[in-house]
Every structure is written in C-alpha cells, then in structure tokens.
C-alpha cells in the first residue's frame, strides 16, 4: 500500500504547504491545541508510522494564513512522491493541503535553507465585506493616502534594525536573548521591497501589500502594517519611518494589524529547491 | 441612539441578507443551534429591543451559502434603514452580513412575494483544491463531460412535477402532506433556466450551475446536480431524464450534491421590491 518501504537511511523531504489559518492557533505545536504543524505531524503518522516534526520556514500565529508555506523533515520510510503527496491530502482536513512533497539533498532545512520570504497583507475597502472574504482580509473603512503609505514603504527598504517593529511579548525577548549569543544582530534583517497596491476584485476594491525580505521578526509585517495604516490615515508622516526605526522601540511604532488579514505568500530557496 | 422611536402601527421591513453557511445549521431556528434565522432575530432583539422572527425566501440546509437571501418581518420600532442597516452589521458575525435593509409595502413577505429564485453550484475542477475556497466549492476530480450535463440540465426546463429530486426524509413529507390539502401540485415547479458554464478563476478552473425557478423542493437543486454529475461522468444518458422525472420516485435520480458548493444566488420581486 503507498509503495512504501523502509531503509536504514533517512531521506529528507520538502512540503510546500497552503493553510487556512482561521481555524488553528499558528503553525507551532502545542499542546492540547489545533495547530498546521501538529496536523501535518499526525498525517505523517498515520500514513507512514513516523512521525517527525516538520520544520516549518518560520513560525505563523493564530489567524495567519499560507499560500506556500514550506517544511522539512527526514524519513527512514521510503514512498514514491506522488503516493505521499496524495496521501496527505486524503488525510490532512481541507483547510490544509500539500501542493508539493519531494525529497531533497540531506542538508536543506526549510529555515536555515532559506534566502528570502515574501509576505503579503490583504484589507478590504468596500462598505461591507462579503462574507466569503471576512476571513482572509482586514476589512477597513478608514481613509487611506496609498500614496503616503507607498512612501513609508519604500523607507523600509535595505537593511535595517527592525527591533522597532518586533513584537514586545517576553517570549520573544527570551528568544531573542537565547539566539543573541550567537547572532549580536537578529533584529537586523533586510528588506528587498516593499509595496502597496490597488487590486480590482469582483468582492469590491482590495489592497494589498507585498513585503520581500531576508527574514521577518516575530510580528514585525503585521507592526510594518499597522504603521503605514496610520501613515494613510494621517497619524504618522512618512517622512517619520526613519526615526521610528531609529528609536529601537516599539512604542514608536503604530499598532499591531490584525492577523487574518496576512498570508505567508512564498520562501524562496536556491536553484532546484 | 441609532434614531429609534416607537409607534403603535407595525412597519414591514425587507433584508437582503449574504451568508457564509459553513458555521451555521441552516437558516430555520433550532432550539440549542446557531442558525442564520436565530443570529438575526436575535440581532434584531439587542438593537430594537423586539425580536420578530425574520421570515425567509426559504430555507437553507446546514453548510449551504446565500450571496442574496431575501426576509421580511414586522417591527413597531421607528428606525431609519441605513441606521438598521448599519447596526445590524455592527452585531451580527462577519459569517453575515446585510446588503440591503428597507421598509416595504405592509403586505410583502419574502417567501409568498417572491416570482422566482436562482441558485448556483459551483464545482473546483482543478488537482488540489486551495484551502481558501474549500468552504465554498464541491472539488471534485470526477470526468465531466459538460456537454451531456447541459443536455440533461436543459431537460429540466418548464412545469414538471418534479418529486422524483425531492428530499425523501420524512420531515419533508409531513409538510408536504400537510400543504397537499391547499396545494395538491405542490411538488409541481417551474424552471425558467438551468444552465452549466465553465469559469476561469485564479484558483483553477470552477464549473458552475445556475437554476431559475419559480421555487423548490427540498434538496432539489442538489439532487439535480448530483443526477448531472452522475451523467457527467456517464452512469445515466442525458437522454434518461425525462424518464427519471416520470418516474416519480427519488430512488430513480442521483445522490444528493454535498451542501457545501451551494448558494441561493438570488431572489426576484415585482418591480421596486
């Protein structure tokens, strides 16, 4: 059944994942908790007897979704792709399904492997959300100056302290001091681009912001978007991003955007990955 | 607050309402279940402090979407409509949504009003259905040859006694036995169009089904598309349903389309209703 076997050696395998996040409490395990993680752990389980943890590309909270997630993990079963790809989807819920799964060189880790991730943040701006869409976008009636908001964008671009953009929970800084041993400058990170734009849709107008960089702290797309929805409603001038980054604070920048509005969009890998 | 005043006489209100059935048991009240039908009498209840029970166009089952469900009731509250309108979007869930709220002629009701009411099926064709139109799509990988269904789908069109697609539970029949006393014809329905089309979208190619007619039965619309899709992918001959229809007997037509992939599309008025 499957065409499965088993070898001594392990293979490591790379899923290219899609999730409706509404409904989980993140990508992370935990215990007692619906998690994308968890789910596709369970899948693996119950198709193939082991049961690794799949390393996602990073963390997403609650509510944040994923066109193309990616994970890693290494097997000793041996399975035909296609017969694990369709295997997981007959077994994971429809709010969870594999696009890809193949196996790749022993070393790559959906994380370390990593060049850049593309994130994007989905608002809606008719009078009144179909209801087919309210669980993928921010639905938002306040003004907003997309071309002041384009300005801001654009003065996140390079590399940049983004320490004023991370979340201020604890379990970050606990992190974030585990990790600083090793790596002084983890809130550095670069960013390739950055952009609002306009998107006709038969639901009414939707906006959408694109972020590409080499890596993303812990919030830090949802504070970049609550910081330029206030730049469009006229709190913040755009002429301000350099001293909110510069402030290394976060009480410096605008709030937290809603997480059901974000989608992993893409992580990009080197040649043939 | 919200402009409301009282007044002896009751005022006959109309609501178009969008509904993300998913969540809910349907439209109809059900004592201990979240329905569309409670969630907005109860709406009604905090806003206007009287709580009538809205009458629909008809009901929907469990899982089953409305772009456009259409209900009226009687409330003695003076309230201007863009004010209810407004509140009972700010109350109900996003899974909800009021397009339109008006005040209309004392003796509108939108089940004995209504002309004539489309539905729509919409089917996902593509290799793996995206985890953000699974809630709204029946993904079926099936052969389906388009041609045959609009062969059989126009067989439908005119007055039949259309029983044979009728649900077969016996709630069902207790109320259809019931009404037989007024209304002897009542499995007795016209369809004015019954058309299949295929529709790109971003997400992969969708096939939808859209029925116009002057009412129907219970389950009817999924009966009619499970019998097309079984001569989609050619258990019956396009041919064999006028012979299904004679029949006069569920067991002669196909299984029921899951409710998940159906929406009330629309329902029609006489002019300026």
Known sequence: MNGISSSA???????VI???????????VQPGERTIQGE????????????????GSG???????????????ELATRIPEPNLLRALNGTLPPSIRILEARTVRSTFHARHS??????????????????????????????????????AAQLF???????????????????TNAEQNNAPNITV??????????????????LLYRVRGSGFLHHMVRNLVGTMLDV??????????PEIIAARSRSAAGPTAPAHGLFLHSVEYGEDE
């Open 59 to 73: 963390r997403t909270d609650a509510g944040v979704h994923a066109l193309a997630q990616v994970a890693s993990f």
């Open 18 to 28: 899609a999730y409706d996040g509404t409904d989980y409490k993140g990508w992370q």
């Open 232 to 241: 469009g409603r006229g709190r913040i001038a755009p002429e301000a991003i």
């Open 157 to 175: 671009v390079g590399t940049r302290d983004f320490v004023s953009f991370a979340a201020s929970d604890p379990d970050l800084n606990a992190r």
């Open 114 to 151: 990593s060049h850049a991730k593309t994130y994007e943040y989905r608002i809606f701006r008719g009078a009144c959300c179909p209801p087919f869409l309210a669980r993928y976008v921010y639905a938002s009636r306040w003004p907003m100056d997309l071309e002041a908001m384009n300005r």
């Open 9 to 15: 050696a392990l293979q490591t395998w790379k899923l």
């Open 189 to 206: 990170k670069t960013i390739f681009s950055s952009l609002w734009s306009e998107e006709p849709s038969m639901e009414g107008p939707l």
């Open 40 to 55: 596709v752990q369970s899948a693996l389980g119950r198709i193939v007897g082991e049961a690794p943890l799949p390393q």
